[in-house]
């Protein structure tokens, strides 16, 4: 009886790891713009042009597997579930699950949990509560690098409430497309007291005139030992913007954990 009260208790905390582990997600385009801005200016800039790209982006659809690998007791669980996914703008998201594998336990009530934790992020007044802007956050410039592809700045983030949904940690923007780039960061709010740290690491691909994500990873360690290892990979999306038939994604396999990426904020 206790160890049963004890593993559904774990389970329940990988959950809500899980969930902490998830920053919204949205879409960018590209447009070229000077290096040598400020903290506030590179955050303007990146704000209008999400409302440019929120209302050039109609619609994409992708796959995505989810994989949660867990180590610890009772005993070490893993589990996939593959996702057919659409956008609709505004604010709809639908997924149907394409295949299960693994624990049944973890594919229900977490993996699939996850999707409807998105759904509900996506409406429109968790929309503008997770936004990244100055509406949400702090920024401060960190550093400034040149690359090949142009300027980068690194900021560091600070939420400015306690939301699941927002995170703290440092965001590297691509000075051409205003879109973050990459995120390192851990949740805002810590979702439960049996949880001692949740790392999260985000990357982007660039689709037609869009970022959309690429990977999530997210690992939680828990107090009593033990860890959960969420990561989600996005694939084959094809986007429609309303003028062209869809950009496909020229990507239809696993992403790299060391790609160049741009967050969305759409």
């Not at 704000?47 to 109609?58: D, G, P, Q, S, Y």
């Amino acid at each position: 009886m206790l160890q049963n009260l004890w593993t559904n208790r774990k389970w329940i905390v990988i959950l809500l790891a899980c969930l902490a582990g998830m920053p919204v997600c949205r879409a960018q385009d590209s447009k070229s713009e000077s290096p040598s801005l400020t903290a506030d200016q590179i955050v303007a800039r990146m704000t209008a042009r999400n409302e440019e790209r929120t209302a050039a982006l109609k619609a994409y659809t992708g796959r995505r597997v989810y994989q949660l690998h867990y180590h610890g007791f009772p005993s070490d669980r893993e589990a996939e579930i593959v996702v057919e996914m659409r956008y609709t703008a505004p604010t709809t998201k639908e997924f149907h699950v394409v295949s299960q594998t693994g624990s049944n336990f973890i594919c229900d009530h977490v993996l699939k949990r996850l999707l409807a934790s998105e759904q509900e992020a996506q409406s429109r007044d968790n929309h503008q509560e997770t936004s990244l802007s100055s509406r949400n956050y702090n920024f401060s410039l960190e550093s400034q690098e040149t690359t090949l592809q142009g300027p980068v700045y690194k900021l560091k983030v600070e939420p400015k409430h306690k939301n699941k949904f927002l995170y703290r940690g440092n965001i590297w923007v691509d000075g051409r497309d205003f879109a973050v780039m990459r995120i390192q960061a851990e949740p805002a709010k810590n979702p439960s007291f049996w949880l001692s740290k949740t790392f999260i690491e985000q990357q982007y691909e660039k689709v037609g005139s869009f970022w959309l994500p690429a990977l999530n990873k997210s690992t939680s360690y828990i107090r009593l030992g033990g860890n959960a290892t969420l990561t989600i990979d996005y694939r084959d999306y094809v986007v429609h913007d309303g003028e062209s038939a869809g950009v496909r994604s020229q990507r239809t396999g696993p992403a790299s954990s060391g790609s160049t990426a741009a967050v969305a904020e759409n």
